[in-house]
Nanobody, 124 residues
Framework: QVQLDETGGGLVQAGGSLRLSCVAS????????MAWFRQAPGKEREFVAG????????YYADSVKGRFTISKDNAPATVYLQMNSLKQEDTAVYFC?????????????????WGQGTQVPVSS
């Protein structure tokens, strides 16, 4: 079982920046994929950014390309989401997710472990 602990959320003004962190613990293994998803009020959960651990391939939703950056540290296993030029439409609860395979397939149903989520409200 993999435990995911997200931190870094909070109120931010439009145009501002925020960095989210997600520390993975437990049976993380050496080859896996981690990703960030978000869920806005009244909407379905959507993919934001993902990363394959060994090759560090990264993937982004079109809505965040050029503004958000996903990165990692190995010890402890941590994935970051640097969010710049935030917009009100980025307001959501952001979730960290993990699965035990390297993959470019970023559908939420394919991820087996999830964090509790961290809120990111973006004000005007």
């Amino acid at each position: 079982q993999v435990q995911l602990d997200e931190t870094g959320g909070g109120l931010v003004q439009a145009g501002g920046s925020l960095r989210l962190s997600c520390v993975a613990s437990g049976r993380t293994f050496s080859v896996y994929t981690m990703a960030w998803f978000r869920q806005a009020p009244g909407k379905e959960r959507e993919f934001v950014a993902g990363l394959n651990w060994s090759g560090a391939n990264t993937y982004y939703a079109d809505s965040v390309k050029g503004r958000f950056t996903i990165s990692k540290d190995n010890a402890p296993a941590t994935v970051y989401l640097q969010m710049n030029s935030l917009k009100q439409e980025d307001t959501a609860v952001y979730f960290c997710a993990h699965k035990r395979v390297e993959s470019a397939f970023m559908k939420s149903a394919s991820f087996t472990s999830w964090g509790q989520g961290t809120q990111v409200p973006v004000s005007s």
